[in-house]
């Protein structure tokens, strides 16, 4: 196991077998990476193959034999894109280190991994899943609409032992959740769970504050969108979880097409390096906005979680549509995880796809905005907020407002 690099070895995969465990901000800058510079490369390269030649027909057709039983990944070339991908594949091992988990698989978006993890469960037949709200909007949506054919149970995490029935196949919860940031006990829940494979929305909190696969989580979702790119130019989405999980995952995206594009890979594994500074500032900042504005008398109630993190939600007594028409140095706009900062209102946008009395019970006011804070000063983004609720009672800015703001 302790055997040192050798630095004439061939194989990248040896290297990270044999490196000993390396803290969070090592792995970040390091991980998928390790044959680089035996390449004579630094910065990764980008295969944008959609398909790779080879003459043994005979040897290409024990591969895909091979991946068809067990979906593990291609050794060598991947055949075809759909298959696999090399640039891909070390975003893939980057995240799986930074989760503490065996393996992860990418997929064109975060709805499409989703989409991936229910599909292998109900291949099984385990159709029924049973969830926590609030879920983000459009993972509530999957599972009400039943548009995969998925059947949901929803509880609170107390109710979770009792909601399982023999067809279950996925527990999932987030946790802090979209919007509102509520925490769930991730080892208590994974306790419940039993043998069901419990799904953890680790979106919010990112590997650098919380690992839910230490917790007991079998499946861990990222919206790679958000602040694993964390620079709101790249769509994707990741699952970490064990080697055998991933080979199923593997098998539907190779089915279904939900692949992530090279470029897309090239992109996260870059935003991975700077994930926990990035993580760790805005996470800073965010915590000093939300004791700001719990100490405003314009505002009714803060939301920011025990666990920190970048994220603030907040209640106002006015209306929340002016605060939204206010910011100026703010960008009034749905998603979260970019450098700059964003606010918008849950109930009009990024929850509006839920029915408005689930919504409500699930915690998301009418008056709630959900701010993902970035990298600016964090006065700036004060004066900014400050005058933006200020005018909570007006309703769209005047020109001399526009004015002012701007100069
Ligand atoms: C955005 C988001 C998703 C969906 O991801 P996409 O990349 O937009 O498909 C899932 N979960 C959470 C918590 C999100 O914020």
């Given amino acids: 196991m302790d055997t040192p690099l050798d630095p004439a ?17 090592t792995e970040a800058v390091h991980a998928g990476r390790e044959d680089l510079a035996r390449q004579g490369l630094h910065a990764p390269p980008i295969d944008l193959s959609t398909t790779y030649p080879s003459y043994d027909s005979r040897a290409e057709a024990a591969r ?25 594949a070390r975003f893939e091992t980057a995240l799986a280190r930074l989760e503490g988990t065996e393996s992860a698989v990418a997929f064109a978006s975060g709805m499409a991994a989703l989409s991936a993890v229910l599909l292998v469960r109900s291949a099984l037949g385990l159709r029924h899943v ?41 527990v999932m919860v987030e946790t802090p959740a979209n919007p509102t940031l509520a925490e769930v006990d991730l080892r208590a829940v994974a306790h419940a769970c039993g043998s069901v494979p419990l799904l953890a929305d680790n979106t919010f909190a990112t590997p650098v ?104 939600a907040f209640e106002v007594h006015g209306d929340p549509h002016a605060v939204i028409g206010a910011v100026r140095l703010i960008t009034p706009a749905v998603s979260l995880g970019s450098v700059d900062t964003l606010i918008q209102h849950p109930a009009s946008i990024s929850h509006r796809i839920v029915d408005a009395e689930d919504r409500r019970g699930a915690g998301v006011s009418d008056r709630l905005l959900r701010m993902s804070v970035g990298l600016e000063d964090v006065d700036d983004l004060w004066s900014d907020l400050d005058r933006a609720l200020g005018r909570g009672r007006t ?9 002012e703001a701007l100069n």
């Avoid at 990248?12 to 000993?20: I, K, L, M, Q, S």
């Avoid at 609030?134 to 109710?159: F, I, K, N, Q, R």
């Fill in 209 to 312: 504050l919380q690992r839910p696969a230490e917790q007991g989580a079998r499946l861990v979702l990222h919206s790679a969108t958000k602040y694993l790119g964390g620079h709101g130019d790249v769509m994707a989405g990741v699952v970490a979880c064990d080697e055998e999980l991933a080979g199923r995952l593997r098998q539907v995206r190779f089915a279904t097409g939900g692949v992530l594009h090279p470029l897309a890979g090239y992109l996260l594994l870059r935003g991975l390096s700077t994930l926990p500074v990035r993580v760790r500032a805005a996470s800073a900042t965010a915590a000093q906005l939300a004791a700001r504005l719990a100490a405003d008398p314009r505002v009714a109630r803060v939301h920011y979680p025990r666990i920190g993190g970048a994220m603030v």
């Fill in 64 to 88: 895909i034999d091979a991946f068809a039983a067990d979906g593990a990944e291609l050794d060598g070339p991947p055949v075809y894109g759909r298959l696999g991908n090399p640039t891909v």
């Fill in 395 to 403: 309703e769209t800015p005047d020109v001399k407002g526009l004015h």
């Fill in 9 to 25: 070895s061939t194989s990248a995969y040896e290297d990270v077998r044999t490196a000993p465990c390396r803290a969070l901000a």
């Fill in 130 to 170: 049973v969830a926590v709200r609030p879920l983000y909007g459009c993972s509530d949506h999957l599972l009400t609409a039943g548009l995969l054919g998925s059947e949901v149970t929803w509880t609170d995490p107390a109710g979770i032992a009792d909601a399982l029935r023999p067809d279950t196949g996925l």
